[in-house]
């Protein structure tokens, strides 16, 4: 597997005429945004590209695809993978793929290569930064929707620049964004400053059930199955709820339950900088980074979430 640089994956990009863009499973604003705004930027340059439809595509990130996708593969096509970690990332009806997917553009860290090229920066906080760079080194146009492909990348990625991954180069990069034409304001709006029904719902139930443990700084919310029926959430609208405890002042730490569909229990956790949420979720098996951890417990809700209410209890919250 060759490592390449931004100057070389643009050379590699100018060689071939024809390619196909595939994004990863439960497709966010960086997998999506990095590949439309590739397709465009190739495109621009008179080259034929198309997006492989992704069938988990949700309808708030549809337009960034819309005129971009193709259902199959065509033998011509080079594939490129953006955002994409490993294979196991990627939908299962991509499989048939893999062995001919020419490169990887991705900016994960922990990653399991598997194509004979890629570039992959863990210093951009998105794909989408990447891919904008690659795409000024091939002196692609740059236009407002290619810009706000990557916008919504970036910014998604990012939590709107608040995430510890965002960098000098984030905000450069979205200052690139603005001069090209995007609409800041109005993609801040849809993506950050709006909320569904169901959303506002369930924040409002734990705003009434959760617990608070050590004079505040612990928070436990469980979250049983029936209750998410009721409220009739999607899994849109639970997307890293388990943040939402965190974000109650004085809190550093706060673990949520929710029951799964087989009746047993899924933990996530989230702590404020200082805080190593690995600490809870590695004690029931599973893992993750200091701010945002998880694990998958093999015991009915009620009994995950006496587990968890002791382990926190055995936290010293002094630093
Ligand atoms: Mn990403």
Redesign the pocket.
Known sequence: MTKLTRAEAAEFLARHDQYLLLTHRRP?G??LGSAAALCLGLRSLGKTCHILENPEITPRFAFLHEGLTRPEAEPEDTLITV?VASPGMLPNSFGKLLDRVALRID?HGAATSFTPREIVDPDSA??AELVWDILEIMGASMDARLAEAVYV?LST?TGCFRFANTTEHTFATAAKCARAGARLYELNQELFETNTLGRLRIQGWIVEHMQLLKAGTLALVVIPRQVEQEIGVTEDDMDNISNFPRTVAGVRMAATLRETADGTAKLSVRAVPGCDATIIARRFGGGGHKGAAGANMSLPLAEAAKQVEAALGELTMDN
Request: charged share 45%.
């Open positions: 966010d960086d997998t955002d900016h998105s794909c990348g990625d």
